[in-house]
């Protein structure tokens, strides 16, 4: 990659956002990377929100939908829709202690 010198009064105030945030050296490089093309930077929300479900996967019990939805702010659509795939497993889970078939 070839380098390149950034004047800093020579960028725009929202290039100079970036350069403030990431640091020259980092948006030099950026600027090479992307060069001239658009970037899409995704919300906080959508890059956190794969930790978000597997944390709600592991604390639903099968049952707890409201309690979820409180817990993180979603709707209990939103819940049911992220769990939809373990409800049943966690359903017919044997309770905590609980003998099984095959542990006879």
Avoid: H
Wanted: glycine share 4%; with cysteine; proline share 2%.
């Amino acid at each position: 990659m070839a380098e390149l010198d950034i004047i800093y009064e020579d960028l725009s105030e929202d290039q100079k956002q970036i350069c403030d945030c990431i640091g020259v050296d980092a948006y030099a490089k950026l600027v090479l990377l992307v060069d001239g093309d658009d970037i899409y930077i995704p919300k906080i929300a959508a890059v956190s929100r794969s930790s978000r479900n597997a944390a709600i996967i592991d604390d639903f019990n099968g049952y707890n939908y409201k309690y979820l939805s409180q817990k993180y702010g979603l709707t209990v659509r939103t819940i049911r829709s992220i769990v939809a795939d373990s409800t049943v497993e966690k359903r017919n889970a044997p309770l905590e202690g609980q003998i099984t078939w095959e542990d006879l």
